[in-house]
């Protein structure tokens, strides 16, 4: 599932819904691999770029490889998110 087309000028990616090892829900570009914490932060483009070797996006929590998923449409309902417009992919 995907919300909307990454607004990177530069990226043609999928901003895709994904738990992170404590349980939270992000959302995170399935290109360039940007983050942001809530849907609205999309908007004004509040993003977090996590790099090696942390991956870090705030103090809790990473998105180190092997250590995520996507998000099932269960995991976006218990985060909030259910009433908003998602995609399938195709």
């Known amino acids: 599932m995907w919300l909307v087309e990454?607004?990177?000028y530069w990226d043609q990616?999928?901003?895709?819904?994904?738990?992170?090892e404590t349980g939270k829900v992000?959302?995170?570009?399935?290109?360039?691999g940007v983050v942001w914490h809530t849907?609205?932060?999309i908007?004004?483009?509040e993003h977090v770029a996590p790099c090696e070797p942390d991956w870090s996006i705030?103090?809790?929590s990473h998105v180190r490889p092997g250590t995520?998923?996507?998000?099932?449409?269960?995991?976006?309902?218990?985060?909030?998110?259910?009433?908003?417009k998602w995609r399938e992919l195709p």
């Open 39 to 41: 849907p609205a932060g």
């Open 58 to 60: 705030d103090q809790d």
């Open 68 to 84: 995520v998923r996507w998000a099932s449409p269960a995991d976006v309902t218990s985060a909030g998110w259910g009433e908003l």
């Open 6 to 8: 990454c607004p990177s």
């Open 13 to 20: 990616g999928l901003v895709r819904p994904l738990v992170v």
């Open 43 to 45: 908007e004004e483009f």
């Open 26 to 32: 992000v959302l995170m570009c399935d290109s360039c």
